[in-house]
């Protein structure tokens, strides 16, 4: 078998894995939430991202709340958006 083809599927095989895991190492949160090691890094430094550090030097991410940290900031659908703007426009137009 070539190597390539079974480093992708080795690769699957982990991303399956991880998706099993409540807890999630640095490695494994950088892989999940696809941010960089060093932003990351920056994040949990300052604080920024839920996550937890339980002897001091190991940093462990529940998966639940980097999925909400990953979402806290919901935007509007573009749909929503413009329609609310023809309803501004229209108002205003009834002056």
Known sequence: MDNLLIL???????????????????????DYTGISRSYLYKL???????????NGKMLFFEKKRLVD??????RNPQQNLESGTLVHTGNQGTR
């Open 44 to 54: 949990t430094s300052s604080g920024k991202i839920p996550h937890s550090k339980p």
């Open 69 to 74: 940290w990953l979402l806290q900031n919901n």
């Open 8 to 30: 992708e599927r080795l690769d699957r095989l982990e991303k399956l894995l991880i998706g099993q895991k409540e807890v999630l190492t640095f490695d494994e949160a950088s």
